[in-house]
């Protein structure tokens, strides 16, 4: 019997499915890439450009009318070059920005960077502000605008922002080891009412100590210092008030450190690593659906990125991370707000992203509830 001869098309047709069938079944598992915190329509959540030309290092306030203030350094240098330390303001979830006033305007040959900022029980608008000098003495000299550290104003604003007063002598100009004083993140009440906020002390390199700050005057001036950690190098920290005299503090140490304080930020207990090395400094939130959410940058070398993390049990253990934002170069402090419509809007500062190439002030709404990771 003479074999049945296969048309030529219907053969090279045959043979270029066999090969994809091989090709799919001996294929390496196709790599999945980092999870992005999602839009409420269930997209990648996209980064906005809220203020350009800034490196913000960016704080936000909620104010009793609803709008959100994000204060800021005002000038595009990693803080080698005179500033001031402005409010910038939306009333649409973020949507769009206006500057309203700057609490800090620096002086002459400093500026004004490094700031603490909430709202009062009066709903007046607390920004507590310090910077750096560049008065080098006669004959020595340095790097730009790190002459030395500059003490705290405490500057008060009663309408959103817009204009302000500026105390210069009634924070503390030094610290319990009689360091310069840098505040950082969130002005707090506790349950009593008083406002708390934390500084980092300065003596020498890698010597920082924090301590928590209190204000029994809604802001107006400030003591009774306590001690994150005497004993060890910390810095920039993030404090959270949970509630009954339960508080909680991220403080930055090459990664972040959890702390724990049982009796009103009296005192406090080191509870461990959040983070890995190179991801700080951070941000605590509580959501309304009662979840902490921590905010960092990553700065790790050629993975840079603005991540989130969950915690269900007050802090105890945390979700894996989410993405909110790739940068490249400088960026990260973050600092996130929940929106009335259950949203949260995170507010970073970066030199570049893709599509942008200047130092700016960004920010991303997008959904907790649909960008959770176990």
Known sequence: MTPRRTPFWTAVLGAVIGAAAYATSHAAPAESGPDYVKAREGRKAQPRVAVDDVCAWPNLTVLPDGSIVATIFNHPSHGQAAGDVDCWATVDGGETWQKRGTPAPHEPDTNRMNVAAGAAKSGDLVVVASGW???????????????????????????????????????????????????????????????????????????????????????????????????NYRNETALLHLGKGRWLAAARYNGLQRYASDDDAKTWSDRGRLTGAARHPGHLLRLKDGRVLLSYGNRTPDDRCVEVRFSSDEGKTWSEPVRVVDFQGDGGYPSSVQLPDGQVLTAYYASRIEGHRRYHMGVVVWDPQGSSKP
Do not use: M, Q
């Not at 002005?187 to 010597?207: C, F, H, Q, S, W």
């Open 133 to 231: 000098s560049n008065r080098y003495p006669a004959g020595s000299s340095g790097a730009p605008f790190r002459a030395g550290i500059l003490p705290a104003w405490v500057c008060r604003s009663a309408d959103g922002g817009r204009t302000w007063s500026i105390d210069k002598k009634s924070f503390p100009a030094k610290g319990p080891r009689g360091g310069d004083l840098i505040p950082f993140g969130d002005i707090l009440p506790g349950d009593d009412g008083t406002l708390r906020l934390a500084t980092y002390e300065v003596l020498k390199r890698r010597d920082d100590r924090v301590h928590v700050y209190r204000s029994r005057d809604d802001g107006k001036t400030w003591g009774e210092p306590a001690a994150l950690d005497p004993k």
